[in-house]
């Protein structure tokens, strides 16, 4: 059984660092393509990064140069190391699998069920 | 960027009730269109995926379609359990959803 589940949120000051994690079963992360995807409060969704099972990763231009998205392949698990946080980073940060099929065509197939992270002096 | 809009942003309606939403891309993604439910303090669950394939597990009741920058979900019959927020999204270029369909009891 596929499951997902993300754990490292929590309250930071503006300007500080976090690492979610999220740990894998069920299926081998780096052969799959894996993003992170964020949901404001009241908000929508909101995709993050994504890692490909060839390392490349890409990134929303609302955080690029400040998260890096990263997996540990022996302990099948994602990571989302989160720098130099803003306000209007506050949100609940979901991982998810990605499928991919014929060109760019891919979709998010199981989520976890999100970590919150609040950033807030 | 590639901007996703949904219409309408919410809707009321009762079970039984055909139901329509849509999502237009601010270019074309060809059919590099998926939909996802999420119910309150649940994660988002795939609906529907390629514009118009259903995902395993997912009543036939929903189904999409479109191509370009024009799609549709469409759920022929209201049930219960169809009350949720229902999100577009692209994957043809980067990735970005709708802002989101609430579909409320009336």
């Known amino acids: 059984e596929v499951q997902l589940v993300e754990f490292g949120g929590g309250l930071i000051q503006p300007g500080g660092s976090l690492r979610l994690s999220c740990a894998a079963s069920?299926?081998?992360?780096?052969?799959?393509?894996m993003s992170w995807v964020r949901q404001a409060p009241g908000k929508g969704l909101e995709w993050v990064s994504v890692?490909?099972?060839?390392?490349?990763?890409y990134y929303a231009d609302s955080v690029t140069g400040r998260f890096t998205i990263s997996r540990d392949n022996s302990k099948n698990t994602l990571y989302l190391q989160m720098n130099s946080l803003r306000a209007e980073d506050t949100a609940v940060y979901y991982c998810?699998?990605?499928?991919?099929?014929?060109?760019?065509?891919?979709?998010?197939?199981?989520w976890g069920q999100g970590t919150p992270v609040t950033v807030s002096s | 960027d590639i901007q996703m809009t949904q219409s309408p942003s919410s809707l009321s309606a009762s079970v039984g009730d055909r139901v329509t939403i849509t999502c237009r891309a601010s270019?074309?993604?060809?059919?590099?269109l998926n939909w996802y439910q999420q119910k309150p303090g649940k994660a988002p669950k795939l609906l529907v995926y390629?514009?118009?394939s259903l995902q395993s597990g997912v009543p036939s009741r929903f189904s999409g379609s479109g191509s370009g920058t024009d799609f549709t979900l469409t759920i022929s019959s209201l049930q219960p359990e169809d009350f949720a927020t229902y999100y577009c999204?692209?994957?043809?270029?980067?990735?970005?959803f709708g802002q989101g369909t609430k579909v409320e009891m009336k």
């Open positions: 998810a699998r990605v499928v991919v099929l014929i060109g760019s065509l891919d979709y998010l197939d199981y």
């Open positions: 069920g299926f081998i992360v780096s052969s799959n393509y």
């Open positions: 890692i490909y099972s060839d390392g490349r990763t």
């Open positions: 270019q074309s993604v060809s059919s590099y």
């Open positions: 390629g514009v118009s």
């Open positions: 999204q692209q994957s043809y270029s980067a990735r970005t």
